[in-house]
């Protein structure tokens, strides 16, 4: 069973917006949700896997890569188990597979726990 499974990619315009989702779906994921930060990672073709945007668990203070600042903004319901992004202003340069990810910090792919299986944003120029 895929600890996160995420939702809501597909083909946008450029200046456009698409909100992702991501839930838990395992109990060793839901036990700790409320505690661990949920990010976001992507990862473009031929490039390697970088951050995107974490919340953290307790603080909910969030964080995010410089790249989408003022324009992507990531919130959490740990009630529902489930963590969101919502993805402003689209640039070509946004294109890639976005990953879910929980872990006790998220700034780099090896502080992840667990993973979802990754949802395709197109952005279209």
């Known amino acids: 069973q895929v600890p996160l499974v995420e939702s809501g990619g597909g083909l946008v315009q450029a200046g456009g917006s698409l909100r992702l989702s991501c839930a838990a779906s395992n109990a060793a994921v839901g036990r700790t949700f409320g505690v661990k930060a949920m990010g976001w990672f992507r990862q473009a073709p031929g490039k390697g896997r970088e951050f995107v945007a974490q919340?953290?668990?307790?603080?909910?203070?969030?964080f995010y890569a410089d790249s989408v600042k003022g324009r992507f903004t990531i919130s959490r319901d740990n009630a529902k188990h489930t963590v969101d992004l919502q993805m402003d202003s689209l640039k070509s340069e946004d294109t890639a597979v976005y990953y879910c990810a929980t872990g006790p910090r998220l700034t780099r792919p090896d502080d992840a726990d667990y993973w979802g299986q990754g949802t395709q944003v197109t952005v279209s120029s």
């Open positions: 919340i953290r668990g307790i603080s909910g203070i969030t």
